[in-house]
């Protein structure tokens, strides 16, 4: 049997890991099995890890602004980032697939690992709370938490502006779509487009909204 420990936390509820492990494509063919897979888990896990990630970031980088934070964050809880998380965790090997799931090679996909690491995070929230869920989840991404201190510093216009070159031979098109607040309060919202991809960020000069608006794009997009 396995151990009900992972990321240094020790399941009470077997049954409750069993469920995070568990990929709709296993549920899906064992119908007569009172079992559920992880989609919910991992729905929850995706909103702490986040939240846990972004209030690390906002301590470590008391002088970055949002821009910054969110292409850093973007970095941290990218799926590839994620995934290679769940390997080390050894996660994929445990998950419960289904026959075609697993024929097809999906174990080795990165979308599952990511997927099966927030969904235990999502359930030892439930379990025990945020507090052990966050230490779980800043034991889990040290690494790439730390990798962020020596990771380059270039602005999310920037960043934006190289992957969009090489990703789509294009240049992101920046346009101020709301200005809000008093002349001295003023709010920017600015919407960032390319081919395929449009994002939105708010900051209270134009250049802080595009900034917002590129990391948003680079976080949707999966390109930080």
């Known amino acids: 049997m396995e151990s009900n420990e992972i990321a240094g936390y020790r399941f009470k509820n077997g049954r409750l890991l069993e469920t995070a492990l568990t ?70 090997d445990r998950v419960r697939l289904g026959v075609g799931e697993e024929g097809s090679g999906g174990r080795l996909r990165p979308g599952l690992g990511a997927s099966i690491f927030e969904s235990v995070i999502g359930a030892i929230y439930l379990e025990a709370g945020f507090e052990i869920a966050r230490d779980a989840t800043l034991r889990a991404l040290h690494d790439e938490l730390e990798a962020t201190a020596t990771a380059p510093r270039k602005s999310a216009k920037s960043l934006l502006q190289e992957r969009a070159q090489a990703e789509i031979h294009g240049l992101p098109v920046y346009r101020v779509i709301e200005e809000r607040g008093p002349e001295h309060r ?12 449009v994002a939105q960020g708010s900051g209270m000069s134009k250049r802080e909204a595009e900034e917002a608006a590129a990391a948003k794009l680079l976080e949707e997009a999966g390109w930080a």
């Open 23 to 92: 990929h709709g494509s296993y549920v899906h063919e064992h119908p007569g099995e009172d079992v559920s897979d992880l989609e919910r888990l991992e729905f929850l896990g995706d909103a702490v890890v986040d939240l846990v990630v972004a209030e690390e970031l906002f301590q470590r980088f008391p002088d970055s602004a949002e821009g910054e934070l969110t292409t850093l964050r973007a970095r941290v809880v990218s799926r590839d980032a994620l995934a290679g998380v769940a390997t080390r965790l050894g996660l994929p």
């Open 186 to 197: 003023r709010d920017f919202v600015v919407e960032v487009a390319l081919p395929g991809h």
